[in-house]
């Protein structure tokens, strides 16, 4: 039989049993169209994991060096007792990691925490992120300065009690006013108004533009984490291939300074942004799925 006999058969076929060659047809349809959407969801719930949620909580070619895993699925309190019992980051612990890395980067602590926020109008917004750390954390994180300023690298180092603004904490606290050069209270300390940030939007749901940073050296240590401790330190490569060499060399720092012998595990957690990508990418996927 030749294609064109088949052909006629298959008309015939339809003029014959035109109801069930319709739903045929329609099977056919909605299948191709129902895989269509799954492969154009799935395209797209990737580059918003790979784009949006890497460079706005993780940071693109970017390690953390923290006390503990960021994502800890164990049940096991051994491992819980394990990484409670490491000792706290420290400055002193970046200062290392800038002062010995040989591979270009850029080093910025991080700390975090959340609070009340208050106007000088009286105005309030709660459960706010509050964060910590110097101009290049900024940088780091791909936030963006709309309006006003960054503070300095004098300000970050003398302490100075500035802050900058998520642009929803502004619209809350001034609505339709300027907030630059105003001031707010943090857990009752003023804190001077410098910027305010790009809209970030929402991430899962959540406002990424609820939320303030201020140097790590100013009062707002009290708040983010103890006097002197870090919960991060964030290292930006300039280039993605140079993250696996630079993994190491922080981590032959971080020993040498700690004083681990080469039988002794590491006190410290070294993640990359790929890495933790990757839990993130297969956690959204099951969620689909489901």
Do not use: C
Not at 37 to 52: Q, T
Not at 93 to 121: C, F, H, K, Q
């Amino acid at each position: 039989m030749n294609i064109w006999e088949g052909v006629g058969l298959a008309l015939v076929q339809i003029r014959t049993e035109k109801l069930k060659s319709f739903f045929s047809l329609l099977g056919v349809i909605i299948g191709v169209m129902f895989l269509l959407v799954v492969v154009s969801v799935v395209e797209g719930m990737d580059r918003y994991i790979k784009e949006d949620f890497a460079s706005q909580i993780f940071g693109i070619n970017t390690i953390t060096v923290g006390r503990a895993p960021s994502v800890q699925i164990t049940g096991d309190p051994q491992a819980q007792r394990r990484w409670a019992r490491r000792p706290r980051l420290t400055h002193e612990d970046a200062a290392a990691i800038r002062d010995n890395l040989t591979i270009p980067a850029m080093v910025a602590v991080e700390s975090n925490g959340g609070g009340t926020v208050e106007g000088d109008n009286g105005n309030k917004v709660e459960n706010v992120m509050i964060s910590a750390g110097p101009p290049e954390l900024l940088e780091i994180r791909n936030l963006v300065v709309e309006k006003g300023r960054s503070f300095s690298h004098q300000e970050a180092e003398r302490g100075v009690p500035v802050v900058i603004l998520g642009m929803g904490v502004a619209d809350v606290l001034f609505p339709g006013l300027d907030p630059l050069g105003r001031s707010v209270r943090i857990r009752g300390f003023p804190y001077r108004i410098v910027g305010v940030l790009e809209e970030q939007g929402s991430l899962f749901g959540f406002s990424l533009d609820n939320r303030v940073i201020a140097p790590a050296l100013s009062p707002i240590q009290n708040v983010v984490s103890p006097r002197g401790y870090v919960d991060n330190v964030l290292v930006r490569t300039t280039e993605p291939d140079d993250i696996q060499p630079a993994t190491m060399e922080i981590e032959a720092i971080l020993r040498t300074k700690n004083g681990l012998r080469p039988s002794e595990p590491n006190t410290f957690e070294l993640e990359t942004a790929e890495e933790s990508l990757g839990f993130w990418d297969t956690i959204s996927r099951i969620l689909f799925m489901a």
